[in-house]
């Protein structure tokens, strides 16, 4: 078995030897994002050792943001910042997305050349939360 290093070598792999090991799962998934909430370790002490991971579906925060115009029309806003926390997502046609873990949250929207709005939110487990909302010119 060979892996390749980032400059392109091919390195024959030999094992890894004997050892405990702490490594980095990130958030992973496409319809649903998960998230290991604790650093897993791996101890080897032989042959066939594995590495169980506890994933967890996270919630999501989905909506539309409208934008209000000067002649009282509202139209689907895209680049809007949309902040959760550290998370932070943008809209694009009005459409955005946020998959955040367990927790009460302020939700900022924010675009310039309109007023930034500001909702609270409280996602438990996986739920699917829709919060929509209109920004108004400055």
Partial sequence: FFY???SGH???DYGIPAGTYTFKVRDFGAEWRYRVRHQPTLKLESSGSAVHLVAYRMGRIFGKVWGMT???TLIPL???KVTAG???GFSMDGNYTLDIDDGTYQL???LPGYSEEIINCTVAGSDKIERDIT???I
């Fill in 108 to 110: 900022i929207f924010s």
């Fill in 10 to 12: 091919r390195v024959k």
């Fill in 135 to 137: 920004l108004n010119p």
């Fill in 70 to 72: 000067l002649d009282n």
């Fill in 86 to 88: 550290s998370e932070i």
């Fill in 78 to 80: 895209s680049w809007v």
């Fill in 4 to 6: 390749v290093t980032a």
